[in-house]
């Protein structure tokens, strides 16, 4: 099953903290493994500055608890590694994450 951008996922936990975790892809369909791989952000119930807000920012279904994109947090994401689709997040929040995300990896300017 393809994901589409802004479905909110859960799936292995790569980091170990927990044996499953949610995440928010990111990738569109013209990520080159659409269907078998997916960019995804890692979502969190801890509040930081920088982290984008799933409060309210809910197109369909939603997290438990509160909760919080980290868009300095990216990884690939296999997609047996997913276990079910839980929600779908607005396209506010896809957005806010991918430009929170572009800060953190645009060129830096020569000296």
């Known amino acids: 099953m393809a ?3 802004g479905a ?3 799936g292995a936990d790569p980091f170990g903290g927990s044996q499953q975790r949610p995440y928010l892809v990111l ?3 013209t990520h080159p493994f659409q269907g078998t791989e997916y960019l995804a952000a890692l979502v969190t119930t ?6 984008v807000p799933l409060a309210g920012a809910y197109a369909e279904g939603q997290l438990p608890y509160e909760s919080y994109v980290n868009p300095w947090n990216i990884l690939t994401l296999k997609e047996t590694a997913i276990e079910k689709r839980v929600a779908q997040a607005t396209a506010d929040v896809v957005a806010s994450t991918v430009d929170e995300l572009t800060a953190y990896v645009a060129p830096e300017p020569s000296l």
């Open 46 to 51: 801890t509040e930081r500055a920088q982290a």
């Open 3 to 5: 994901y589409a951008q």
């Open 27 to 29: 990738s569109n369909t």
């Open 8 to 10: 909110i996922v859960v």
